[in-house]
């Protein structure tokens, strides 16, 4: 089983920007494809962007195409989220998490998860 820790995450004004690092543990992160994905309060948590093992896929949720940009390095076993243009609707913790299937959109489909890092954006 991976562990993934986030971090990078904070307060920053609209229009600003924030990278979040996803850092894995107890396996090789190359065997997974990854996601991001965000809660705001009060809300259902939602898919925001996929890679898949080599970096070569990437899908982002219509709300963030074009804002955020998801990479990773594969040898220092880290998932990034980039966030820029944020605006008050980004407010959210943000998890990454890990499949070892087809990376989709849905969370049922990711078996590990991370503890969260929250981003907040005033406005």
């Known amino acids: 089983q991976v562990q993934l820790v986030e971090s990078g995450g904070g307060l920053v004004q609209a229009g600003g920007s924030l990278r979040l690092s996803c850092l894995a543990s107890?396996?090789?992160?190359?065997?997974?494809?990854m996601g991001w994905f965000r809660q705001a309060p009060g809300k259902e948590r939602e898919f925001v962007a996929s890679?898949?093992?080599?970096?070569?896929?990437?899908n982002y949720a219509d709300s963030v195409r074009g804002r955020f940009a998801v990479s990773r390095d594969n040898a220092k076993n880290t998932v990034y989220l980039q966030m820029n243009s944020l605006n008050p609707e980004d407010t959210a913790v943000y998890y990454c998490?890990?499949?070892?299937?087809?990376?989709?959109?849905?969370?049922?489909?990711?078996?590990?998860w991370g503890q969260g890092t929250q981003v907040t954006v005033s406005s």
């Open positions: 890679i898949s093992r080599s970096g070569g896929f990437k």
């Open positions: 107890g396996r090789a992160l190359i065997v997974y494809n």
């Open positions: 998490a890990a499949t070892s299937t087809t990376a989709s959109s849905s969370e049922a489909d990711f078996g590990s």
